[in-house]
């Protein structure tokens, strides 16, 4: 899923050229599977703290599938948010109900778990943008959609042996009791601030990059750049997560997240931008499996499933707002309004999550 997504994320600039949609369709589109994956995860989510997590699983693949398929036929800007929000939606179903099997497989080492499957899905992330822009410039757009289609059809025998566990004595309407408790709201804003450069950077990375003059094979390089210090320090940074103070390490990581993407918007050189790239990277692949912890610790394993569920969505709700304001500022304003805009939204989301998380998400 995570490769399919990378793929999409990889061809915005080419589907900008190929069908000539404008700097706010793209987003539009980039936006379209945010908007699907927070519907599915604030409605399905719970369902895998219940015991029906292998059955998330296998619904949210087969409209995986179902989407990808669609894509090697998309010919306008409707078909393709049609397809997003298949592929988003699919992807909305499966991750609550994997997140819930990290944490129940072990949970004395619930942190390095998720590290694992953070990075797991950081190899998707990386294989997908080289792959996709090799496969784009064989055989043009829909080649890389038909081979994500074949992908995820493989990993269908492997979704159907799945077994998740549910909570014995599930919460009782889970996410109005999870929204009360002042920690989740700690972790929410700290959701919004990773997720509002998420937004941002998947809806206009590939056209900013490509608008300094890079080539479609060189933004390839580029995210996977990005991807591959993740695959590498997340598996350590969910131990060490799981050790420490959570909130004073994610105030570190995100806060150096602001600093590198303040420093995108005074940067011109595709090649000096590579630098704050990979430090952004590493602190994205620290803020992951942390933040991730941190909901797993404020919601409890009554609602564990229904915690990472209302954080996913919280967080994709604020990535599509995030893809469509990118998208129309950066086409009014200019890439160094969208960076600066965006970090400064960060830094108020820090104070807030501070806020309301010291003393709760403090403890280890």
Same mark, same amino acid.
């Given at each position: 899923?995570?490769?399919?997504?990378?793929?999409?994320?990889?061809?915005?600039?080419?589907?900008?050229? $190929?069908?000539?949609?404008?700097?706010?369709?793209?987003?539009?589109?980039?936006?379209?599977?945010?908007?699907?994956?927070?519907?599915?995860?604030?409605?399905?989510?719970?369902?895998?703290?219940?015991?029906?997590?292998?059955?998330?699983?296998?619904?949210?693949?087969?409209?995986?599938?179902?989407?990808?398929?669609?894509?090697?036929?998309?010919?306008?800007?409707?078909?393709?948010?049609?397809?997003?929000?298949? =592929?988003?939606?699919?992807?909305?179903?499966?991750?609550?109900?994997?997140?819930?099997?990290?944490?129940?497989?072990?949970?004395?080492?619930?942190?390095?778990?998720?590290?694992?499957?953070?990075?797991?899905?950081?190899?998707?992330?990386?294989?997908?943008?080289?792959?996709? %822009?090799?496969?784009?410039? =064989?055989?043009?757009?829909?080649?890389?959609?038909?081979?994500?289609?074949?992908?995820?059809?493989?990993?269908?025998?492997?979704?159907?042996?799945?077994?998740?566990?549910?909570?014995?004595?599930?919460?009782?309407?889970?996410?109005?009791?999870?929204?009360?408790?002042?920690?989740?709201?700690?972790?929410?804003?700290?959701?919004?601030?990773?997720?509002?450069?998420?937004?941002?950077?998947?809806?206009?990375?590939?056209?900013?990059?490509?608008?300094?003059?890079?080539?479609? =094979?060189?933004?390839? &390089?580029?995210?996977? /750049?990005?991807?591959?210090?993740?695959?590498?320090?997340?598996?350590?940074?969910?131990?060490?997560?799981?050790?420490?103070?959570? /909130?004073?390490?994610?105030?570190?990581?995100?806060?150096?997240?602001?600093?590198?993407?303040?420093?995108?918007?005074?940067?011109?050189? $595709?090649?000096?931008?590579?630098?704050?790239? &990979?430090?952004?990277?590493?602190?994205?692949?620290?803020?992951?499996?942390?933040?991730? /912890?941190?909901?797993?610790?404020?919601?409890?394993?009554?609602?564990?499933?229904?915690?990472?569920?209302?954080?996913?969505? &919280?967080?994709?709700?604020?990535?599509?707002?995030?893809?469509?304001?990118?998208?129309?500022?950066?086409?009014?304003?200019?890439?160094?309004?969208?960076?600066?805009?965006?970090? %400064?939204?960060?830094?108020?989301? /820090?104070?807030?999550?501070?806020?309301?998380?010291?003393?709760?998400?403090?403890?280890?």
């Amino acid at each position: 899923l995570m490769g399919g997504y990378a793929a999409i994320f990889t061809l915005l600039a080419q589907l900008r050229a $190929i069908f000539g949609f404008t700097e706010f369709e793209v987003g539009a589109i980039t936006a379209s599977a945010f908007l699907a994956g927070f519907f599915a995860q604030i409605t399905l989510s719970r369902l895998a703290d219940t015991g029906h997590g292998a059955r998330l699983m296998k619904i949210g693949m087969a409209v995986s599938i179902i989407g990808a398929g669609w894509m090697c036929v998309a010919d306008s800007l409707t078909a393709w948010i049609l397809a997003r929000v298949l =592929l988003g939606f699919g992807a909305g179903a499966v991750r609550p109900a994997m997140r819930r099997l990290a944490f129940v497989i072990n949970p004395a080492k619930a942190g390095e778990m998720l590290g694992r499957l953070a990075a797991w899905e950081m190899v998707g992330f990386l294989v997908g943008p080289i792959l996709s %822009s090799v496969l784009f410039e =064989l055989g043009g757009i829909t080649l890389p959609f038909f081979c994500l289609t074949a992908v995820l059809l493989a990993v269908v025998p492997f979704v159907l042996r799945v077994t998740i566990p549910g909570s014995e004595a599930p919460l009782e309407k889970p996410m109005r009791a999870l929204l009360k408790r002042p920690a989740m709201q700690s972790c929410i804003a700290l959701g919004v601030a990773f997720y509002l450069a998420v937004g941002a950077f998947d809806a206009l990375w590939a056209l900013f990059i490509s608008d300094l003059g890079a080539s479609q =094979l060189y933004i390839g &390089v580029t995210l996977s /750049l990005f991807t591959l210090p993740m695959i590498l320090v997340a598996p350590v940074a969910g131990r060490y997560a799981s050790q420490h103070n959570l /909130l004073r390490l994610l105030t570190k990581s995100l806060g150096l997240a602001v600093i590198m993407i303040t420093s995108y918007a005074f940067i011109d050189s $595709i090649w000096w931008i590579c630098l704050p790239l &990979v430090i952004h990277a590493i602190a994205d692949a620290v803020s992951m499996p942390a933040t991730q /912890l941190a909901v797993g610790k404020a919601s409890g394993e009554t609602a564990l499933a229904a915690g990472q569920g209302l954080f996913g969505a &919280v967080g994709l709700i604020v990535a599509a707002v995030a893809s469509l304001g990118g998208g129309y500022l950066y086409q009014t304003a200019g890439a160094a309004a969208v960076w600066i805009t965006v970090a %400064s939204a960060m830094i108020v989301c /820090l104070a807030f999550a501070y806020w309301r998380g010291r003393g709760l998400l403090e403890s280890t």
